[in-house]
């Protein structure tokens, strides 16, 4: 027999929905855990007493994995299942759910803070993780990273609200002149636009890397292959190994190995989510004035161009060339724009 095809709803089922979502969200809100009195539920047949809230620390498809916090550092999972009209839940998503033997389901998403977003195959945006504090922006000397791939990232952190961290792993690699050399001169520019840089691997530097990641909620982006995924099984000794690839030996690029994303409570304070490897990060759904926002350096000469439309190629009166030809906007920079600014067009 086909697959149904998905029912569109009405405006008027559309909002009963959403009324029933925010109805479960304000009665785990309420509750001790889903201890509130006891009663019919008036959004639907689950009894009040089943409802509970936790996040979403791993997704299996139609199935998610929830943790509770129990209290007294204890927490709980439960395998649940999603009803149909919860679409795009994600790794990091507070909800509201029932549990079950074997399976609970979730049954209402609650408001995110921030989300971290990119196309997919079709051009379609889709949240690869949410709620999140910190984005963790992963490079190492191999593969030979580019700065216009790390600009790409900072730009969707200035979006989502995110704070930046820049991870350089892999760090002693850089004994090779021919590694080191190329990586700090890409590198010298981001510390002084208030960039924080971090260099280690899985053998030193990790306290430092353990520092910035604790009290909050942080997410590894990056190429495949810049060892994300190591640096997550250093960070958590004792914990179940996360598989782990080698570079290609055709491509010199990175293997993909983690297949769906995962959040981790680091033994130190705060949670890391690990999401599958990234070799290109489209930026087509930001519009130009989005991308000029996400280059923080730019803030003071924006709208003090001569033209109201000036593209910062070479027109006359443009602040950001007059800017960079002062020493007061990195070339590097202004390049990495441009080529984001041309990959738009392209597209």
Known sequence: MPAMAKRKLSRQQAWRIEKI?????R???RSLWGQVPSGPDPTGDIPA???REGVITAHYGTQVEVETDTGGGQRQSARCHLRANLDGMVTGDRVVFCPGEPMGVVVAQLPRTTELRRPDAYGKLKAIAANIDQIAVVIAPLPTPHANLLDRYLVAAQETGA???IVVNKCDLLADPALAAPLEDMLKVYPPLGYPVIRCSIHSGLAELEDALRA???VFVGQSGVGKTSLLNALLPGAAPQRTGALSEGSGKGTHTTTTSGLFHLPGGGHLIDSPG???FGLGHL???AVESGFREFHPYLGRCRFRDCRHQSEPG???LAAVADGLIPAQRLASYRHIIGSLDAS
């Open 27 to 29: 009665r785990a809100a």
């Open 318 to 320: 443009c602040a950001l």
């Open 216 to 218: 909050c909620t942080s």
């Open 163 to 165: 704070r930046p961290l």
């Open 287 to 289: 519009t130009r004035h």
């Open 278 to 280: 990234i070799r290109e």
């Open 49 to 51: 007493t089943e409802e």
């Open 21 to 25: 979502r925010a109805e479960r969200a």
